[in-house]
């Protein structure tokens, strides 16, 4: 009976009838623990899915702080510094994910012509250097594109 009285107050459930025999005792302290335990296993499961919805910003967080660590370590100035945290911002804003090559490299090689082909074939295809030549040439060039975000400002090219 002390030990049943202890996990009541512990548990802070009242409003119970108070047991009279010994299994009327451990049945409600069986079920006291039941309810305790999926409790707590639903407090688990929640705390698990908001972490697994933060997981990519956390990364991208985590990576913004690291690389900015590394430019106040060595002075970088701090108009490079903006520009950076420019194009990380803008990266995330734009693709929601800061290197795309890393989730394609994880993925089988027909995945990879599937989407590369999905993503730019029709592109490819309007350019005139590229009508009329075989098709198995196309994918592999398009298998070996790598997405590059250029902020506005940024030189692609070059003259000279």
């Not at 006291?32 to 409790?39: K, L």
């Not at 908001?50 to 060595?74: E, K, L």
């Not at 990879?112 to 250097?129: H, P, S």
Request: glycine content about 6%; charged content about 15%.
């Amino acid at each position: 009976r002390c030990y049943y009285f202890a996990v009541r107050s512990l548990i802070n459930i009242g409003g119970l009838n108070e047991p009279h025999t010994v299994f009327e005792i451990t049945f409600q302290m069986t079920n006291f623990f039941i309810g305790v335990f999926v409790f707590s296993s639903l407090i688990g499961q929640m705390r698990d899915v908001i972490g697994a919805a933060t997981a990519a910003q956390t990364y991208f967080r985590a990576s913004m702080d690291g690389c900015v660590a590394y430019m106040n370590t060595y002075t970088i100035p701090k108009l490079v510094q903006n520009r950076v945290r420019t194009w990380y911002n803008y990266t995330w804003d734009s693709q929601g994910m800061l290197d795309e090559s890393e989730l394609l490299d994880k993925m089988p090689l027909v995945m990879r012509v599937a989407i590369a082909v999905d993503i730019n074939l029709a592109t490819f295809q309007k350019i005139a250097l590229f009508q009329g030549c075989d098709q198995q040439m196309l994918v592999d060039m398009l298998l070996r594109l790598k997405s590059i975000i250029y902020l506005p400002g940024d030189f692609v090219v070059k003259k000279g």
